[in-house]
């Protein structure tokens, strides 16, 4: 048997294949590795690299939330708000931009678009010129505003144009359609955004609501990517506000206080009107109302509210305090005689009335229907101090009502204890102590609704941009005198106009009861005693049933106090509240308690 040549097999893996084990060994390691870090970095992206690239390419568009509206009582607008937008372009973007991609609406599909197809379109939405809008578009400016004032849907054909370099920016224009009517009320902004005063001021968190806005991606290049990520959070809109005031009332009352005051040269003057069934402040009229859309044509001190924010001496409207603390307190009655002689001197203080009298016999109903100094402080010493000071706070003397308006003056009532030897008796009929109109007001609604004090409401209800109303709750309700109380002070009030020195407010047809005020007012500077008087009257009518509070003030008008009446006013406004709201005439008899004594 012949023997085979050759070498024999060693069992050992030749050179060659080994190095390309090897090499195959360290692509699959590489691989892998690779492969690795795209699952961690595209799927579980434990740097947020994927994330932080994305932020990257996103921008945002603010949406801005509807402001809400400010109504009267019976839904009229007094403001309310208009979206409008501007039209930016970034002339840097746009400019390069030769052709760019649109998404169809309503279709997966992109277009191809040229920057001329693109402006054109755009200029036709505008309702401009091409070749002027070209102009426009055209330069290095990455912010150049190419119109203002667009509508929403002439924005939403701009945005659907989704031409690169143009966005829109929207921006907030707040309307008040009847100008000055209830402008210090209502407020105005600041910015455009923010509530500066008014109501607009006190309730800007819920009239402002929440912005919205828009994300989409654009590329590096600067362009919107039509199939990137496209998010939108719709803005909250405001609620409205509505009133309790009557817009047309109100108009009347700031015409008919504006001629009053224009016509005595008054520095200022104020009218208000209450419900006295639901403290419902009806008008509050300032003289030189501002304008919400121009409040600067009128000096800042006019652009408050002066029914809350002046504090005064209120004069002898106080005496309706005095004369309901003595009846409650069982010290009274209105037919209780006083013998008065031509003045009055209590403790080394003497003290007279505005027109000249000898010794009379006087009723309490009398003291009040003339407004007698000396009877009030002769009556007001049946009350001890602490009761005449307590009896001032029971009213809300001191106390300032909250009705949703900024800078509410609480006023000033001293604590008894630290009254000097007249002041405990001036307080009696007016002086030593100031308080705001509204607060004057708040007393009278109290004898006027049986002896039961309503806080003033000026802010009714809240409305969702859904429609849903929210009343808002009266606040608590506080019984001050009895029913018994309240209807002889009533039938005091109303003899000072039947049989007293107030005849010329009278109404034809209707029953009503009043009083009359008049203090010296300070100088402003504070130093130079009293320059001149502020003179007022508040009444109630129907006296069968009193449904409306009105007060009207005049500050420091010109001429002789004693020759000064508010009456015709008062009348014409308390019958212009009648007349609105369909108030039956009277049908009883009306009070006629003797001045003086039989």
């Known amino acids: 048997m012949a023997q085979r040549t050759g070498k024999a097999k060693s069992g050992k893996v030749p050179n060659a294949t080994r190095r390309l084990r090897l090499g195959l060994g360290i692509m699959l390691t590489l ?38 509206s400010i109504l009267d009582s019976n839904g009229v607008v007094l403001a309310n708000s208009l979206i409008r937008y501007n039209l930016v372009v970034d002339q840097v973007t746009n400019t390069k931009t030769e052709k760019f991609w649109r ?101 800007d968190k819920l009239l402002k609501g929440a912005d919205g806005k828009r994300l989409f991606e654009i590329g590096a290049d600067g362009l919107r ?36 005051s224009d016509k005595l040269g008054a520095e200022w003057g104020i009218i208000i009107v209450m419900d006295a069934k639901t403290g419902n402040l009806i008008a509050m009229a300032d003289t030189n109302s501002p304008d919400p859309n121009d409040p600067g044509l009128v000096a800042a001190k006019d652009r408050g509210v002066r029914s809350v924010t ?25 037919l209780d005689t006083f013998t008065l002689p031509p003045s009055y001197t209590v403790d080394g203080q003497t003290f007279s009335d505005s027109f000249a009298h000898g010794t009379e016999e006087r009723t309490l109903a009398g003291i009040l229907g003339w407004s007698m100094n000396t009877g009030t402080v002769m009556a007001g010493q049946r009350l001890s101090k602490e009761q005449r000071f307590d009896w001032l706070q029971k009213f809300g003397i001191g106390e300032a009502p909250d009705v949703g308006l900024p800078a509410t003056a609480s006023g000033i009532l001293t604590p008894a204890d630290q009254w000097d030897d007249r002041q405990e008796y001036t307080v009696l009929f007016g002086q030593g102590v100031s308080q705001s109109t509204l607060q004057t007001v708040r007393a009278f609604q109290t004898i006027a609704n ?66 009359t005020g008049t203090s010296e007012s300070p100088c402003d500077d504070g130093k130079s005693g009293f320059c001149g008087y502020t003179a007022s009257i508040v009444g109630m009518a129907p006296m069968d049933d009193p449904r409306f509070i009105v007060e009207v003030v005049l500050q420091r008008p010109k001429g002789s106090i004693y020759g000064i009446t508010q009456g015709p006013v008062f009348r014409s406004v308390m019958s212009q509240a009648l007349r609105t709201y369909n108030v039956q005439p009277s049908t009883g008899e009306p009070a006629r308690l003797p001045q003086y004594a039989k």
């Open 103 to 203: 998404l169809v609406e309503g279709q997966d599909k992109l277009v191809e678009v040229t920057r001329d197809q693109g402006i054109s379109e755009l200029a036709l939405v505008l309702g401009m010129d091409a070749d002027e809008l070209r102009k426009a578009v055209t330069g290095e400016s990455k912010y150049y505003i190419v119109a203002k004032d667009l509508k929403p849907d002439v924005e939403d054909r701009i945005s659907k144009l989704q031409i690169p370099g143009i966005v829109t920016e929207g921006v907030s224009k707040r309307v008040y359609p009847n100008g000055s009517v209830a402008g210090g009320i209502i407020g105005f902004l600041q910015d455009g955004y923010t509530g500066q005063a008014g109501i607009e001021q006190t309730q």
């Open 450 to 515: 049986n002896g039961v004090m309503l806080q003033p409401r000026l802010i009714d209800s809240y409305i969702s941009p859904d429609g849903t109303e929210e009343k808002v709750a009266p606040q608590p309700s506080r019984q001050v005198v009895s029913d018994n109380t309240a209807q002889q002070v009533q039938d005091i009030l109303e003899s000072a106009v039947t049989e007293g020195q107030i005849k010329d407010a009278a109404i034809d047809g209707y029953r009503v009861g009043a009083k």
């Open 310 to 334: 002046a504090a005064y001496e209120p004069g002898s409207v106080e005496k309706m305090i005095t004369a309901a603390a003595l009846i409650e307190e069982g010290k009274s009655s209105p």
């Open 31 to 68: 691989l892998l590795v690779v492969g690795g870090k795209l699952f961690l970095v595209q799927g579980l992206d434990v740097g947020g690299m994927a994330e932080a690239a994305l932020n990257k390419r996103m921008t945002q568009t603010v949406l801005p939330a509807e402001r809400g």
């Open 225 to 260: 990517i039509p199939v990137g990520l496209d998010e939108l959070t719709p803005p909250q809109d405001g609620k409205d506000v509505r009133l309790t005031l009557n817009s047309d009332l109100q108009y009347f009352a700031q015409q008919a206080i504006q001629s009053q």
